[in-house]
């Protein structure tokens, strides 16, 4: 079930994170369970938070044998699960000093097409959460003089993207969110990381129900490599970074077209 990622890394000390307190939501999932590896190999307490109780424990279990990790499970589409995991951190003497949001989905197809339920499930998870969670913990990191925030978003927040429209909006807002909140905390000590990876060999597609096209196929990344990218950015303190090279050439790409244009080509790849 696991994916280790150690020898992913490169071989580098990171003292300004070890013995503190990491917050991984969508932990169970393989980009967060990447992150959450990093973490727990390198002496960092850390709490995953997933929807479903099995897998959450279950990659619990199985980061713990490399280092200190906890299971909270929460749905964070709801808000007695936003409180149940606030309430489960905030009622330890551990303090968090490293929030990683990044639990996420997606909703493939026509939008009028698309079930209420599920569009809604997936604001409040991409966006109400998240901002709540940022919400909740940055202003203790700040009282504190330090804090990291990994916000991952996706390629997907660059250009407006048909057949994903309600999702890409979604990203479009994680990106403009952190970048804003990266230059109002920056004196306070608390800096803020936007990881925006392409497409990744992820339970993502399943989630979504798509049907993944040929270029989607052959332009996939690792998810441990994406975790790599934006762990190594987090520690270094830098402000984002996108997943890969063809990813950046993408989405630098997308500044030299009219958004009506990019519009266009992006409803050319997702329907394949």
């Not at 996420?104 to 604001?123: E, S």
């Not at 994680?174 to 990381?193: C, D, I, M, P, Y």
Request: glycine share 10%; with cysteine; proline share 2%.
């Amino acid at each position: 079930m696991g994916v280790s990622i150690s020898e992913h890394w490169s071989v580098r000390d990171v003292p300004d994170l070890l013995g503190k307190t990491a917050l991984v939501t969508g932990g169970a999932g393989d980009i967060g369970r990447a992150i959450a590896d990093f973490f727990v190999r390198r002496g960092v307490r850390t709490y995953i938070c997933a929807r479903n109780a099995q897998s959450c424990a279950d990659t619990a279990a199985e980061l713990s044998r490399h280092g200190e990790c906890h299971g909270v499970q929460a749905d964070l589409g709801s808000l007695a699960g936003m409180q149940r995991l606030a309430a489960e951190i905030s009622g330890r003497e551990d303090r968090v000093d490293i929030l990683v949001n990044n639990a996420g989905l997606g909703v493939f197809g026509i939008f009028v097409d698309a079930a209420w339920d599920k569009l809604d499930n997936m604001l409040a998870v991409n966006v109400v959460a998240l901002t709540h969670l940022t919400h909740l913990f940055a202003g203790p990191m700040a009282a504190r003089g330090y804090g990291r925030v990994l916000m991952v978003a996706s390629t997907a927040a660059f250009q407006p993207v048909p057949l994903y429209a309600a999702y890409a909006a979604t990203k479009a807002y994680v990106l403009s969110l952190s970048e804003a909140l990266n230059v109002e905390f920056g004196k306070r000590g608390v800096k803020f990381t936007t990881l925006c990876p392409g497409t990744t060999q992820s339970e993502f597609f399943d989630v979504a129900v798509q049907k993944k096209s040929a270029f989607v196929e052959k332009s996939m990344m690792t998810s441990a490599a994406v975790a790599k990218i934006g762990v190594d950015a987090l520690a270094a303190g830098r402000s984002g970074g996108v997943a890969g090279l063809l990813n950046t050439l993408m989405a630098f790409s997308t500044r030299l077209a009219p958004r009506s244009t990019a519009a266009k080509i992006g409803y050319l790849v997702m329907k394949g």
